[in-house]
């Protein structure tokens, strides 16, 4: 058993770049840590809140307390908000734009398009941003490295955003991944994955706080809601805004579910 342990740590050892040697998502979480108060337009949030709000399908603007704007899987619409950041995935054209506008400052590709795997570990203001690959399904087999699971450190928190996962993760990922406070889940079921495969991705990653996306409908909703409220409280909110801290984290795990699609 330790030589098996000994051989884990070194593999992960060989893929962390030196640059994730400084993640807070890498470390061991540390204390407690629920969801905070909710507004669509908040006052300033304090050093230790995040705002999420969910834009639809599997886009959502993260707001970090310095005032950095995150747009996930933008594909040309962030809400009507200009983001200093996004990230984006090539599954489909719904995930991504080749015409992002000019202005946003970083524009952070899930896959590489001159091949292997997409590297990004960004710093900007209080944010920090890297990636993690994983395959995805194409018309001819397997494309490696065809998507990223994006990782937010912001304010003490630690956001994944899964993308179109289309595999279970493997131990090595896992680790790279490190801790996740906050899951951003598909959970359409057929596009990505089954919905009992992404529960287990889900036990897999720990995190306090689940919320689902990528759903097309209540129906889609629905159905993995049932399936996963014995894992999870649920909460459901009529707003797609929502302020979260880590020192107010639940303390068993809770499925929050924003309006949207």
Not at 138 to 159: H, V
Not at 163 to 179: N, Y
Not at 184 to 206: C, F, I, N, R, W
Not at 221 to 247: N, Q
Request: glycine content about 10%; hydrophobic content about 45%; charged content about 15%.
């Amino acid at each position: 058993m330790l030589r098996l342990l000994a051989a884990i740590v070194s593999i992960l050892a060989s893929v962390v770049p030196a640059s994730a040697a400084a993640s807070e998502c890498l470390a061991m979480a540390q204390g407690p840590a629920g969801v905070h108060r909710a507004g669509f337009l908040p006052a300033a949030l304090r050093p230790d809140e995040v705002q999420l709000t969910y834009v639809g399908h599997s886009t959502f603007l993260i707001e970090s307390p310095g005032g950095i704007k995150i747009a996930t899987d933008y594909a040309g619409y962030s809400g009507g908000v200009l983001p200093d950041v996004v990230t984006m995935n090539h599954a489909h054209r719904t995930h991504y734009t080749d015409t992002p506008d000019p202005a946003i400052k970083y524009v952070l590709r899930g896959w590489n398009p001159e091949g292997g795997p997409a590297r990004h570990d960004l710093r900007v203001g209080d944010v920090h941003i890297r990636n993690v690959t994983t395959d995805i399904r194409g018309s001819f087999g397997r494309i490696p490295d065809g998507n990223s699971i994006f990782i937010f450190e912001i304010a003490g928190l630690c956001i994944g955003h899964l993308g179109h996962l289309h595999q279970e993760l493997s131990p090595a990922q896992l680790g790279l991944i490190g801790r996740l406070d906050i899951v951003l889940v598909p959970v359409d079921g057929s596009y990505t994955m089954a919905q009992s495969s992404m529960l287990e991705v889900l036990k897999e990653l720990k995190a306090r706080i689940v919320i689902p996306m990528h759903f097309f409908g209540p129906a889609t909703l629905g159905r993995f809601i049932a399936s996963a409220s014995s894992m999870f409280d649920i909460e459901t909110k009529s707003s797609p805004v929502i302020v979260l801290a880590a020192a107010t984290l639940p303390v068993k795990p809770k499925l929050l579910v924003l309006p949207g699609y």
